[in-house]
């Protein structure tokens, strides 16, 4: 079992900055590839970010990619997600996730076994 607890979202001016954070306990967090996808109002759920469990690779959506960087703290497990020039579009729930294996489809929230809670970003225009 995996549990994973967000935090760091709010309310944000566009223009403006934040950084979510995933807490992971009850597994290795190194031996897990991590990931952010995010859910808006109306919307289904998207893939936004990756990270490889060593942390030298990273994925990004095109929506997010250049404002937005994935990193990982496998001493302190904790998967980090810094977002910049945030948009409305960006408003959403965010969520960590972990899958049970390292070989997989990243990009796919099927793919994820384990997810957090969310926390909730809105971004003001």
């Known amino acids: 079992q995996v549990q994973l607890v967000e935090s760091g979202g709010g309310l944000v001016q566009a223009g403006g900055s934040l950084r979510l954070s995933c807490t992971a306990s009850?597994?290795?967090?190194?031996?897990?590839?991590m990931g952010w996808f995010r859910q808006g109002p109306g919307k289904e759920r998207e893939f936004v970010a990756a990270i490889s469990m060593g942390g030298r690779s990273t994925y990004y959506a095109d929506s997010v990619k250049g404002r937005c960087t994935i990193s990982r703290d496998n001493a302190k497990n904790i998967l980090y997600l810094q977002m910049n020039s945030l948009n409305p579009d960006d408003t959403a729930a965010y969520y960590c996730?972990?899958?049970?294996?390292?070989?997989?489809?990243?990009?796919?929230?099927?793919?994820?076994?384990?997810w957090g809670q969310g926390t909730q970003v809105t971004v003001s225009s």
């Open positions: 996730a972990a899958p049970l294996t390292s070989t997989l489809d990243v990009y796919s929230d099927s793919e994820y076994d384990y």
């Open positions: 009850g597994r290795a967090f190194s031996a897990l590839v």
